[in-house]
Every structure is written in structure tokens, then in C-alpha cells.
């Protein structure tokens, strides 16, 4: 039997080097290309490679918000590439979540990432809890159209010609000159499932997969399984299914390196979230599981690596394409209009920065000279103007009635205007109350939150835009 055995040693550096990336941010050499870039460096012909992604959690790029974002479908191509330049070999896994919350834009979204996982090479998709809530229907068509397979042992097919969905693969890999099998499972925890909601009838995986190991385990020589579960239940299986032997798993995790753990035998290793980070596991499978002669102990120590998409990779043209074509459909659709909007309290309205610059002219002045002022003429030049998810944090009110719609109907209300901070001004504008817009450094961190804006102290920031006294 082809076991993982990953060399302690080997392992600790790489998560003592994961740490002091994350904490240092520096030294990024040392993961990628030098001490231990393993797989970069030494991936041979005669080898098992993986790698394994997932749990993009609708998140396909980076927004470009600052500087130290990690992440996105075409930086991983970028280093996918490189990889193939080492060895043809490798086996791509998808773990699911793909898209992040239910609606028009995560659909689109799903459909641009599948298709660039296909450009990519993968051969399994495993379904996700978030996957499973865009919808049967859709869930449907993408199983049809798309050139990955998708994988599921515990989904109950409503039919193949619903949901073109597959309990298992085998993957067949020659290694000098002999065919070697990889058996690739997917299982999604039915505790993730919105229960009664979706068409979809989720089972216990403990169950389902005892027929399908006992029918693989001899005609395989190694077996996978993505596990779309909480890592104590991954655990669970891995105590469970020794026959495994190795788990991807997911959730709640943000830096996989940290949680790798062995049951036995069996590595679980989970892929972190939204798709910062991407996994490699290589194995030198020496002997086949039907070898008469195949030693007790295996000899074989495979390396994992997980490695952090940073600037050390550039974009894949081909991905940065499919990108724009995802951006061009938010246009078309028009799905800035679509966006849900809550009323204001007491019939406020936003008015937009040129009234308040009637009697509040310094203060306006000096804010036109920042960059609030200018954060929707950023979105433009980054192309992403009519990308709901952007616009919102980059204009005034996008989420409230009478706040921003479009650039053609509200032109008044883009950019981080004075009512983004200090609220809908229409009734102060009559009152000129001075109990108006009242506001402390929380309301900063409505945008300026840990992810976009990961540098952010309020008196450090505040003092950068602070505003002019005005003249009474
Ligand atoms: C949650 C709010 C939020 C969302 C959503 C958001 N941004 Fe930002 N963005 C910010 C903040 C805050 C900054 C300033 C960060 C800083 O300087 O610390 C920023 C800065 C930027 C910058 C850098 C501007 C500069 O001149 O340095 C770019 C580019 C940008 N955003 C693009 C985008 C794009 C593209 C999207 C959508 C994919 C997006 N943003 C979504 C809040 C957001
Ligand atoms: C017609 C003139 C006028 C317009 C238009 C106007 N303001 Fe005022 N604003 C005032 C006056 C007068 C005060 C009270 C100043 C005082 O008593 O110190 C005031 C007070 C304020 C305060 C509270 C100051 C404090 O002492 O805490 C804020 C904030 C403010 N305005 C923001 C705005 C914004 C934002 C807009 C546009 C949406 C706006 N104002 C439009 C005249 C105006
Ligand atoms: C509605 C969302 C939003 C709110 C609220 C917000 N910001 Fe920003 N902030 C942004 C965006 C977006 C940018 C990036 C603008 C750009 O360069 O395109 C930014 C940039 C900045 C910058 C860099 C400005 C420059 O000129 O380069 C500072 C400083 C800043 N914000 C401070 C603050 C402070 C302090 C607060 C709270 C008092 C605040 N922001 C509230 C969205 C917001
Ligand atoms: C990034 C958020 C932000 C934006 C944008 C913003 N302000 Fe303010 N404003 C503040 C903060 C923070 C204070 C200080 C509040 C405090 O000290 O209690 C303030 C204070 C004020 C005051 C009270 C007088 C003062 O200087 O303390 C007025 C008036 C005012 N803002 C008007 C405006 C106008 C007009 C605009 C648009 C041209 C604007 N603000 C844009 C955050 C903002």
C-alpha cells in the first residue's frame, strides 16, 4: 500500500516558515524556490503530485485595497504553470465553495471560476455546503457544461441528467512506465446544509462511503478524499476510513498550514480560505497495492507544502481575461440597480457633497484633495466600476434608497463623500443642526475593516484627512 508518510521534520519547518511568513510578512523566498520550495525545485518524473484549492468563498481575485492581500484564480495559474514546467504530472483538486452567498452576482461568479478551473486542468470539483445553495438548477447546468468533473459520495444524484455528478473518480498516472491509481472521493457534512431549503438530499458520509472504499480500495493505489466537513469531523472519517490516505479539508480555517493533522496513517490537511493558499502533496509511490512484494512499512515520505499566493506571482493573462469577461457581465446585467437597498430612518435622503459645500466650503475644498474623493475614479481605473461588490465601500449610501445607484442617474453621490461619514444630510441641510453627523472612529471601520484596509488606526488615518477649520 502507497502510504503518506510526511517527514516530521520537513513538516515542522514548513509550518515554522508559514509562521514567520505570516507574522513577518518577509523572507517569502524561503517557501517559494529556495530551502524548502520541495516541490518546486525537485518534483520528478516518478511522482504523485496534487494539488489542492478550495473554499473561495466568492472570492476570485483580490481587490487591491492594500498591499499585503494574498489570493485569486490568476496568480494560482501563474503558479500552477510553473509547476507543469517541473512535471506534467499533477492531479488538480477542488474542495468547493466556490461562491460565497446566494444571488445573481455569486452566480456569475461560480460560472467564471469553474470555467477557469477547467482552463486550469482540474479533474475534480467536490461539492460544498455553498455550492449546494446556489441551487439545483444551476448546480445542474454547470455539472453539464463544465470540463471539470464534479464529485460526490454522499449528495444523492437527483439524476444524471439533472446533476451530471460522479460518487468518485480514478485517475490513472503513469510512473515509470507503470499506471498507478488515484481514487478521488467527495463528501460535503450534512450539518452544513440549510436542511428543507434546497432539492438536494445530503447523506450520512460514514455510510456512503463504506461501499465505495470497498469497491475501490483493491483497484486503487491510493485514496483521496476531499471532505467538505468541520476538520474534526474530517478527523472522524480519517478514524473511521484508515484505507484513506489523505484527507482535503476545509472550514473555518484561515491558515491551513497551522492544522495539518495525522490520523494514523492518514494526513488531513486542510486548504484554508479563499484561496490565499495553495497546497501541493508529492509521493513517490515505489509500489503498487497489489505488489506480492511490497515492503510492511512504506519507505515512501511524500512532502506537503502549502504555499501562499503573494506578489511573487504574476497574473495569467488567459484568467485575467475571463476576469474581464466577469466584469463586462456585471455591466451588462446591470447589477448595480439590482442591489438590495434598506430605507433610510424618517424619510432622510442623501443629497451629495456639492450642497454641503455651500456653507461648509473649506472643509469641502480640502476633502476634493483626498483620496475619499477620488475612491470611485479608483474603481474605474481598476475596471471594476460596476461591480456591486466594490462600488459599495467606494460611494456614498450604495446600500440605502436615494443613495447611489448608477454613475448615469446619482453622479452627485460617488466617491466617499461627507454624508458616507456623517449620514444622509437632506434634514440638516434645512435645520443646519449642529446634533448632525455625529460620528466616532467605529464608523471608519464600516469600510476600513480588517480586509481591506488592514493597516488601519484611526488617529494615525484620521490625521492624514483631519478636516480644515472653518470660518464661522
Ligand atoms: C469593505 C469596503 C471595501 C470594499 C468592499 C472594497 N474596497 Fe477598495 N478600499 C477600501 C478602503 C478602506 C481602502 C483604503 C485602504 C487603506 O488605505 O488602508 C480601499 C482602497 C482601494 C484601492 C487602493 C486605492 C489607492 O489609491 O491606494 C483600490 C485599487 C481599491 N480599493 C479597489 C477595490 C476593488 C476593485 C474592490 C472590489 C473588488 C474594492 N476596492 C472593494 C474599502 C473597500
Ligand atoms: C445651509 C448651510 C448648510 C448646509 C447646506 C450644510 N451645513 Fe452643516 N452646518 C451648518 C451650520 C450653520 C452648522 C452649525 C455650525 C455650528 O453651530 O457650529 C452645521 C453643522 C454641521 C456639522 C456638525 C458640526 C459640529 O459642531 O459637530 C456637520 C458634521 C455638518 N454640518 C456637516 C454637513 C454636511 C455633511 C453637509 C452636506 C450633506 C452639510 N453640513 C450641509 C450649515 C450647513
Ligand atoms: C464609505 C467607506 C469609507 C468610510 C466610512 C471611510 N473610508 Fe477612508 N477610505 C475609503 C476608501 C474606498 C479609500 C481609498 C480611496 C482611494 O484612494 O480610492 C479610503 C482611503 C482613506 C485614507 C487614505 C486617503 C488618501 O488621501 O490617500 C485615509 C487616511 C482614510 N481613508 C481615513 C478614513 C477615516 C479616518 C475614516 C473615518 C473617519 C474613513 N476613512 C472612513 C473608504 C472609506
Ligand atoms: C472619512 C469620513 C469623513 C468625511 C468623508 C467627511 N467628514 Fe466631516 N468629520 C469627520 C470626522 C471624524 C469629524 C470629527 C468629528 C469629531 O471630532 O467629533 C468631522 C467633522 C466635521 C465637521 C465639524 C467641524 C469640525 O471640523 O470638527 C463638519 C462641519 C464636517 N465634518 C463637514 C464635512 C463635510 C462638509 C464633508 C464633505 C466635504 C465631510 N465633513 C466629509 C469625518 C468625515
Not at 286 to 293: C, L, P
Not at 305 to 329: A, H, N, P, V, W
Amino acid at each position: 500500500m502507497i502510504r503518506i508518510i510526511i517527514q516530521y521534520s520537513v513538516l515542522k519547518t514548513l509550518i515554522i516558515v508559514f509562521v514567520l511568513l505570516v507574522l513577518s510578512n518577509q523572507n517569502n523566498d524561503m517557501l517559494y524556490g529556495n530551502e524548502t520550495g520541495k516541490n518546486l525545485n525537485e518534483t520528478s518524473e516518478d511522482a504523485i503530485n496534487i494539488i489542492f484549492t478550495g473554499e473561495e468563498n466568492g472570492y476570485l481575485e483580490p481587490c487591491g485595497c492594500s498591499e499585503k492581500e494574498l489570493g485569486g484564480l490568476s496568480k494560482r495559474h501563474s503558479l500552477i504553470n510553473l509547476l507543469r514546467e517541473k512535471d506534467a504530472n499533477w492531479i488538480l483538486l477542488s474542495l468547493g465553495d466556490i461562491p460565497g452567498k446566494v444571488g445573481r452576482q455569486d452566480e456569475i461568479k461560480m460560472e467564471t471560476a469553474l470555467k477557469a478551473l477547467g482552463r486550469m486542468g482540474y479533474a475534480a470539483h467536490n461539492i460544498g455546503e455553498k455550492d449546494i445553495s446556489m441551487g439545483l438548477d444551476l448546480l445542474g447546468y454547470l455539472s453539464q457544461i463544465s470540463s471539470v468533473d464534479f464529485v460526490s459520495s454522499n449528495i444523492v444524484n437527483p439524476g444524471p441528467q439533472i446533476l451530471r455528478i460522479k460518487p468518485y473518480i480514478v485517475k490513472e498516472i503513469k510512473i515509470k512506465g507503470a499506471t498507478r491509481k488515484v481514487g478521488i472521493l467527495g463528501i460535503v457534512s450534512p450539518e452544513l446544509i440549510d436542511n428543507g431549503y434546497q432539492k438536494i438530499e445530503v447523506v450520512d458520509p460514514i455510510e456512503s462511503l463504506e461501499p465505495l472504499i470497498s469497491k475501490l480500495i483493491d483497484k486503487t493505489d491510493l485514496l483521496i478524499l476531499l471532505s467538505h466537513a468541520e476538520i474534526g469531523d474530517s478527523i472522524k472519517i480519517a478514524e473511521n476510513y484508515p484505507e484513506f490516505d489523505l484527507i482535503i479539508s476545509g472550514h473555518g480555517i484561515d491558515e491551513p498550514g497551522l492544522h495539518i493533522a495525522k490520523v494514523k496513517d492518514t494526513y488531513v490537511i486542510p486548504v484554508g480560505e479563499k484561496g490565499k493558499y495553495l497546497g501541493t502533496i508529492t509521493m513517490q509511490p515505489e509500489f503498487s497495492r497489489t505488489d506480492e512484494d511490497r515492503p510492511s512499512t512504506n519507505s515512501n515520505l511524500p512532502s506537503v507544502e502549502i504555499i501562499s499566493l503573494d506578489e511573487r506571482f504574476g497574473d495569467s493573462t488567459e484568467i485575467k481575461m475571463l476576469l474581464k469577461i466577469y466584469q463586462q457581465r456585471l455591466r451588462d446585467e446591470e447589477l448595480l440597480t439590482q442591489v438590495f437597498k434598506t430605507e433610510l430612518p424618517s424619510n432622510l435622503s442623501f443629497i451629495g457633497n456639492d450642497d454641503c459645500a455651500a456653507c461648509h466650503n473649506k472643509i469641502f475644498k480640502h476633502w476634493k484633495e483626498t483620496g475619499h474623493a477620488s475612491a470611485y475614479e479608483t474603481l474605474v481605473k481598476a475596471e471594476h466600476e460596476y461591480d456591486p461588490e466594490c462600488i459599495e465601500c467606494h460611494v456614498i449610501g450604495l446600500n440605502y434608497f436615494t443613495g447611489f445607484e448608477t454613475i448615469e442617474s446619482t453622479p452627485e453621490l460617488k466617491g466617499v463623500g461627507c454624508e458616507s461619514c456623517h449620514g444622509p444630510g437632506s434634514a440638516h441641510k434645512e435645520t443646519q443642526s449642529k446634533d448632525y453627523g455625529k460620528i466616532d472612529a467605529v464608523d471608519c471601520t464600516t469600510c476600513h475593516e480588517n480586509e481591506h484596509s488592514p493597516s488601519f488606526e484611526f488617529n494615525e488615518y484620521w490625521q492624514q484627512i483631519i478636516h480644515p477649520l472653518e470660518e464661522k
